[in-house]
């Protein structure tokens, strides 16, 4: 084993297309935690799926001068969206099949799993199906697999994007630990936050497909700009009138009461602001107020209770942005989910020359012929964002928009969010662990804790 993974004149391209990915020459010491951080299409994840083995394999041309060190063997990568690499019902077995397949003794395995997953604190949801967990549960469940494999190098794609901070904190903590049990770990991640406590080594990618390590005092500028969080005050939502109210509102899933809401109101046409815990059920509210969930008490919409409106007439009123963009897709190629949405959409704001400057200004304008699982993270969840805009639902429900962005893609998000806002008014509720930039645009911010919807009436910048 080399003492770095050394990268020489590599360049990764989808035929036939320009390179997306271009390294001239890259070293990543072992046994430390390395960072990838550039904006969304810049080649992160490209590199990580390339250490790991699975490109060119699966799709894509690697030049053939192209070096690298790391044999894939070495690796376990985690994905953007770790439900595509799950292959078994809960996070036990999906371990079990892991060392299976790694030829593990069948009496080395229990001790090995129970540990991985004591490490990662998941040893509760180790039963539970997959279908049950939230999105941040799902990604804990996929590291606790990977430390459960043993592999020398750890590669792990946005692997804090659905985490609350409380988590996300101390999983970079448990991943600290393993670098220092020797362990190389290589993080793709556009969101900085409590990377100051580990130190890593930063590789910068840029809008040119290029890399460059940043200097340690590079590192520690950019690191300590990104912790900067002041608190700012939101309004609360009682000053506000209400479209959508809750009563006696209870939300279960199986053994468990997420949410036990005496009242609880929605304030019309103000963008509103939901956190909380991982699992602590706001992915299950959006389902429900998507009619896509049951729940017990009374919800009112414009008066009218939810359950009486068929699918059809609701699917006009309220549109769901899933967690995850390419659940969201119906169609091959970003024209064609495009011309879909002008279709049936009606948001008065999407003119054809709004359209084509929402798609420049979001990197799109070039990629309209690409099949969207060719599409980086980030860029799926643009396209993803503005086909649900383009809709114009009065209700709008985002679960986790700003997972994978980095932070100029998320400020445009929230900028065609304002121009749709200022055209025709909707109802936009959002879900987010990631709180920068979120302080001077939400207007209101609740908080699921202890299964009560809290008013919190402060956001972090």
Same mark, same amino acid.
């Given at each position: 084993?080399?003492?770095?993974?050394?990268?020489?004149?590599?360049?990764?391209?989808?035929?036939?297309?320009?390179?997306?990915?271009?390294?001239?020459? /890259?070293?990543?010491?072992?046994?430390?935690?390395?960072?990838?951080?550039?904006?969304?299409?810049?080649?992160?994840?490209?590199?990580?799926?390339?250490?790991?083995?699975?490109?060119?394999?699966?799709?894509?041309?690697?030049?053939?001068?192209?070096?690298?060190? %790391?044999?894939?063997?070495?690796?376990?990568?985690?994905?953007?969206?770790?439900?595509?690499?799950? @292959?078994?019902?809960?996070?036990?077995?999906? +371990?079990?099949?892991?060392?299976?397949?790694?030829?593990?003794?069948?009496?080395?395995?229990?001790?090995?799993?129970?540990?991985?997953?004591?490490?990662?604190?998941?040893?509760?949801?180790?039963?539970?199906?997959? @279908?049950?967990?939230?999105?941040?549960?799902?990604?804990?469940?996929?590291?606790?697999?990977?430390?459960?494999?043993?592999?020398?190098?750890? /590669?792990?794609?946005?692997? $804090?994007?659905?985490?609350?901070?409380?988590?996300?904190?101390?999983?970079?903590?448990?991943?600290?630990?393993?670098?220092?049990?020797?362990?190389?770990?290589?993080?793709?991640?556009?969101?900085?936050?409590?990377?100051?406590?580990?130190?890593?080594?930063?590789?910068?990618?840029?809008?040119?497909?290029?890399?460059?390590?940043?200097?340690?005092?590079?590192?520690?500028?950019?690191?300590?700009? @990104?912790?900067?969080?002041?608190?700012?005050?939101?309004?609360?939502? +009682?000053?506000?009138?209400?479209?959508?109210?809750?009563?006696?509102?209870?939300?279960?899933?199986? =053994?468990?009461?997420?949410?036990?809401?005496?009242?609880?109101?929605?304030?019309? =046409?103000?963008?509103? #602001?939901?956190?909380?815990?991982?699992?602590?059920?706001?992915?299950? #509210?959006?389902?429900?107020?998507?009619?896509?969930?049951?729940?017990?008490?009374? %919800?009112?919409?414009?008066?009218?209770?939810?359950?009486?409106?068929?699918?059809?007439?609701?699917?006009?009123?309220?549109? /769901?942005? $899933?967690?995850?963009?390419?659940?969201?897709?119906?169609?091959?190629?970003?024209?064609?989910?495009?011309?879909?949405?002008?279709?049936?959409?009606?948001?008065?704001?999407?003119?054809?020359?709004?359209?084509? =400057?929402?798609?420049?200004?979001?990197?799109?304008?070039?990629?309209?012929?690409?099949?969207?699982?060719?599409?980086?993270?980030?860029?799926?969840?643009?396209?993803?964002?503005?086909?649900? /805009?383009?809709?114009?639902?009065?209700?709008? %429900?985002?679960?986790?928009?700003?997972?994978?962005?980095?932070?100029?893609?998320?400020?445009?998000?929230?900028?065609?969010?304002?121009?749709?806002?200022?055209?025709?008014? +909707?109802?936009?509720?959002?879900?987010?662990?990631?709180?920068?930039?979120?302080?001077?645009?939400?207007?209101?911010?609740?908080?699921?804790? =202890?299964?009560?919807?809290?008013?919190?009436?402060?956001?972090? +910048?």
């Amino acid at each position: 084993m080399t003492q770095a993974i050394e990268i020489h004149n590599l360049s990764f391209s989808y035929e036939p297309q320009l390179p997306v990915l271009k390294v001239a020459d /890259l070293t990543i010491p072992r046994k430390t935690m390395t960072l990838l951080y550039g904006p969304s299409g810049s080649g992160k994840s490209t590199l990580l799926k390339i250490l790991a083995g699975l490109l060119p394999k699966y799709g894509g041309q690697l030049d053939p001068g192209s070096e690298i060190s %790391l044999k894939a063997t070495e690796a376990a990568m985690m994905f953007q969206d770790p439900s595509l690499q799950f @292959a078994m019902d809960t996070p036990w077995h999906e +371990a079990e099949f892991a060392l299976e397949n790694l030829q593990i003794p069948p009496v080395e395995m229990p001790a090995r799993i129970q540990a991985a997953f004591a490490t990662v604190e998941i040893s509760h949801l180790a039963h539970r199906q997959f @279908a049950t967990l939230s999105g941040g549960e799902k990604q804990r469940a996929a590291l606790a697999v990977i430390i459960a494999m043993q592999k020398p190098v750890i /590669l792990l794609d946005e692997p $804090f994007a659905s985490l609350d901070p409380v988590n996300r904190k101390r999983l970079l903590q448990q991943l600290q630990s393993q670098v220092e049990a020797g362990k190389t770990v290589i993080i793709a991640d556009h969101d900085l936050s409590n990377y100051q406590a580990v130190s890593p080594n930063v590789i910068q990618f840029g809008t040119d497909h290029q890399t460059q390590v940043l200097t340690s005092q590079a590192v520690r500028q950019l690191l300590v700009a @990104a912790n900067q969080q002041p608190v700012i005050p939101a309004k609360p939502a +009682a000053q506000f009138p209400a479209i959508l109210t809750g009563t006696n509102l209870k939300i279960t899933q199986p =053994n468990q009461v997420l949410i036990d809401q005496a009242h609880f109101q929605l304030p019309e =046409n103000q963008i509103s #602001l939901l956190t909380g815990e991982s699992g602590s059920g706001k992915s299950t #509210l959006l389902k429900v107020l998507a009619k896509l969930g049951t729940y017990q008490g009374s %919800l009112l919409y414009a008066g009218q209770e939810l359950r009486k409106y068929s699918a059809r007439r609701w699917g006009r009123k309220c549109g /769901l942005v $899933f967690q995850h963009a390419a659940d969201q897709f119906l169609n091959v190629t970003v024209a064609e989910e495009l011309a879909l949405s002008q279709k049936q959409g009606r948001h008065p704001y999407f003119t054809p020359a709004n359209l084509q =400057n929402a798609l420049t200004k979001l990197g799109l304008a070039d990629l309209t012929d690409r099949v969207v699982y060719s599409l980086s993270g980030g860029q799926q969840k643009k396209l993803q964002i503005l086909i649900m /805009l383009m809709m114009g639902q009065p209700l709008l %429900l985002l679960d986790e928009p700003f997972a994978g962005l980095d932070a100029k893609s998320a400020q445009t998000i929230r900028e065609l969010i304002d121009a749709c806002q200022a055209t025709a008014p +909707a109802t936009i509720l959002v879900v987010s662990h990631q709180l920068n930039g979120l302080a001077d645009w939400v207007d209101c911010h609740f908080k699921l804790q =202890n299964q009560h919807l809290v008013d919190r009436g402060e956001v972090l +910048a």
